[in-house]
């Protein structure tokens, strides 16, 4: 039990080391092969647009069946949970808890491996991570999202209304940069100095019941009206709406702001106590049946999209102006390194605090050439803005693809893809460059879905 | 001491990360002891006295201690390096280097686990050094427990009077950890 315990304790620990979040696989391969560009037409499309619901689904239009192919890959060969076997390997394990193996894994950074040395005298220390300084980013660690976690609901013609919940975490840790020096770049501790780390988390879920409203809201008929009805294609003029407010039913809030750190004394190691410790966190929490109860709020889902001459202009807006107001328990903890104790104080109760859920935005152009599409999107969150550009090209009922994006840790990594249509159905394959690793390096992945035209 | 030791190793070992990777913890004793200790003046020894023992230092150590509480140690090894000015005579000595538990009532109750030969001539620096491997002796004491470690000499003179300073120069101890979770 003990055993099981310091290797979850040591898998958060090393999970406050991670990449700026690791994103969500895309395991929609006809997107990913366009180099995961959102457009009205590619699978998961509505979440990002909620305009694009009223967007007739066209002809090319598609909805993704993921296939983890990741998984037979993984059953024949995976990394020990087993501390105790000579070939553990932390950040391996921490590498599939992070990036589940639902695709295959083609080429994976090589492992973090080698010894880690501790150079120990009265007045030096040095630490020389070896390898391990790979996992150690140079700028904040940031992690988390806005996660809708499916629901469900309904909709005549151009209303509808859904029922989901709502998650929102994000916590951001920083090494001062005295402690990342002497952690990344094996710079030895010296005397009179302060070695922190600070931490920012935040945690929020509540179910939003939402309503809303997509539609076309402009149209100028183009030249193939009659022949072809989607917007896409036909060289219409029009514009699409949508809006749906939705009311959020706050389950639980909680944050904390906490720093913490170590300062050196003349002597690093001197005869007595030459170290003084410091923390101080200060917490905020609400939660259902507790304290503060639920919080309420509204917020909402806006979009528009643009057709005009074949070329189609996006913008959605989720969660905008989204936020909650909740019966907050405020507490501060303080470390006194005079007394080796912890105090803590219940600084207010049910004090009014409005948490926020930010907003998401994705801006997305698109170009129609009868059997080729090329597009590009930028998607901006809280935490990171990613970009996606690429193309599709249909050859009769294959059809080949390729893009580009710029990924979460900031990289450009490459897509291509290929696929066949047989009627409704569809199968593609897609391999792509990413960097979804605690070593935040490049690898690269086989994706395969099913479409459904 | 002991608290800031403690967080440099327990901020290590979990980047270890377990399995087949290590911890080489380097600790230069050296640096822990008091300066004047680690100069030691001998002679002069005069003839009629064919054998002279002089004690360099002898002290409890606990560098290390607690530390295979958390982790097994792998090995732990012991680099030892002295200088030797010797202004008169000349002599063979020991330089012996003992590591016992902190429950033996001296620390030359058990053998040397170093026992370096010197010559030493009139008017010259004789500088040793080696390094002690492998000895399960060393990883037990320097990590479990507090360790009575000493180090002396020996000296077998041939021409008299013997006289010089002798000092440590390098007293370092290497252990080796495997983290056990």
Redesign the interface.
Known sequence: MLRVRCVAALALLLLGLLPGSAPAQMLNARRLGMGGVVTSDNGDHSSSNIAFRAVPKGTMGSSAIPIPLGLIQYAADHPTFDSSDSTFNIFDALNVLTNPPLTIQIVKPKDVSGDISVYIAQDSLQIDLADVKRVIPDGSMAQGGVYHLGGFGAGIRNLFVQVGPIVHVKNEFTLSDRLRDALKDAVPFTGDTRYGVSDDARAQAAIAFQAGLALRAFHLPGENEKENPDPRRNGATAIYLGAAPKYLLGLAYGDAQSEAGITTGDTLFASSNPVTFDMVAQTRHATIGGDGGVGHGFGSDVGAVLYHQNVEVGVGLNDFLSQISWKTTVRRHVYDNATNEFTTTEVATDEHYVSRIPVTATINVAKRMGETTIAADAVAGELRTTLHAGAEFWLGMWALRAGTYRDANKIWQGTAGAGIRLGKLGIDMAIATHSRNIERERGAELSASLSIY | ?????W???L??L???????????????VL??MDPASRQTSYGPIPSGVPVETVTVFQDSLS?LQGVGDLSRVASASLKVGASFDNTSGTANVEFQVYVAPETAASPFSVPPIADLPVQLLPGQVTNVNTTINASPILADALTHDRAKVAVRMIFTGTTFPIQGTETLTELTAIVVLKQD?
């Open positions: 001491m002991r608290r800031f030791l967080i440099a190793i901020a290590a979990p980047l270890a990360g377990c399995g087949n990777r290590n911890l080489i913890l380097t600790v230069d640096s822990f560098l979770l």
